[in-house]
């Protein structure tokens, strides 16, 4: 073979500086696989993005233009860690397959991006919807939740209050998970969990994206509703990880019972409206008291109630997703159902059942 063509010898490779910075701004500003694949191609491709090394504008800017940004949990050298992410991204979506994450969710990504920017002013694109902006009345479209939401769920195994807040937090993190379809429960693996998918989590929680959110639901005690903030936009981990500690926060009996509300026993209908209202799928012979002795948190609840019938509904404006209850037999007490049911690998609580998220 003509050493012409051998690695570093190729015509490509023998352009002078000139053209392949040429190359590289022929590369269009949102192609994230175009320009990770020239940066790795070769050592003088390299160089041609060696002026960004100090300004990292040009992998924030690449990677907000596929809908990501770093999360709240991602640190390292300014110059270094933007970088390192879209080229992550980049060859992650090579390979990944699941219909959730790679290729496929950039280009959902990109599609939403291109909505939100036909209906917002570009005054809100310097990077995300600050802390005080308000929505007029006549904003031409809503805040949308990112639809890779229906596509997440947790799993029900959450550690005891008593291991140190960090340990929880890691293992409670861990559990997340990405199914193939909204009603795919029957189970995931380990290449199933949402860090093995830096797309995925490094995705917006919303379009256009926004640096703080409201979590909003019954859940919550005192009626508070905690914050994520994330200056960079808002992304799809960050919002899982304050879920998941909100799912694992211990219950008390009168938690629990107003988290029931009408939805898991009828007998705490707290709504005035005279429509018939669907039966929970906790009988007078499960009150609260049995079930907080087993239950202890709001996901394992949740699990609880997914066993005998959990599914879901669609994806709405102000809220990830409406639960519905089918009917199953149940065993006599809370204690025994959970014990003999309970932790199988096949049952999983899904972070869906939250009543959602708002935005500021």
């Not at 308000?134 to 799993?155: A, D, M, W």
């Not at 005690?221 to 960050?238: A, E, F, Q, R």
């Not at 029931?260 to 009828?266: Q, V």
């Not at 049911?341 to 009543?355: D, I, S």
Request: net charge negative.
């Amino acid at each position: 073979m003509d050493s012409q063509y051998h690695l570093g010898k190729t015509p490509l490779f023998s352009l002078p500086n000139e053209l392949l910075l040429l190359v590289r701004d022929h590369l269009g500003p949102s192609d994230l696989l175009g320009h990770a694949c020239f940066y790795l191609l070769h050592p003088r491709t390299r160089a041609c993005y060696r002026a960004y090394d100090n300004q990292p504008r040009f992998w924030t800017s690449l990677l907000f233009e596929n809908g990501l940004t770093l999360s709240t949990y991602e640190v390292g050298p300014t110059d270094a860690i933007w970088r390192m992410a879209a080229i992550e991204c980049a060859q992650h979506a090579w390979v990944c397959k699941h219909p959730a994450c790679g290729v496929r969710r950039l280009e959902a990504n990109k599609a939403s991006l291109q909505e939100v920017r036909q209906s917002w002013s570009t005054e809100h694109w310097d990077g995300c919807l600050p802390f005080d902006t308000f929505l007029p009345i006549e904003s031409p479209t809503p805040i949308k939740q990112n639809p890779l939401f229906l596509s997440v769920g947790f799993n029900n195994t959450f550690p005891p209050p008593q291991l140190p807040a960090e340990m929880r937090s890691i293992l409670i993190g861990a559990c997340a998970f990405l199914r193939e379809t909204p009603e795919d429960v029957d189970g995931w693996l380990p290449t199933d969990l949402i860090s093995m998918h830096p797309i995925a989590r490094r995705s917006f929680a919303t379009f256009p994206p926004v640096n703080s959110l409201f979590i909003i639901g019954d859940i919550l005690k005192d009626g508070k509703d905690p914050s994520v903030t994330n200056y960079d936009g808002v992304t799809v981990l960050d919002a899982l990880t304050a879920l998941s500690e909100i799912l694992g926060m211990e219950m008390s009996e009168d938690d629990i019972g107003a988290l029931g509300g009408s939805t898991f026993w009828p007998e705490y209908d707290y709504d005035d409206s005279e429509s018939e209202s669907t039966p929970g799928p906790f009988s007078e012979n499960w009150p609260p008291k049995h079930v907080i002795q087993v239950a202890r948190c709001a996901g394992n609840l949740f699990q609880l109630a997914q066993w005998m019938g959990f599914r879901f509904d669609i994806i709405t404006n102000e809220a990830l997703a409406f639960i519905e209850f089918e009917s199953k037999p149940l065993l006599d007490n809370a204690w025994s159902h959970f014990v003999e049911c309970t932790y199988p690998k096949t049952e999983y609580a899904a972070v869906n059942a939250l009543n959602g998220f708002q935005h500021l």
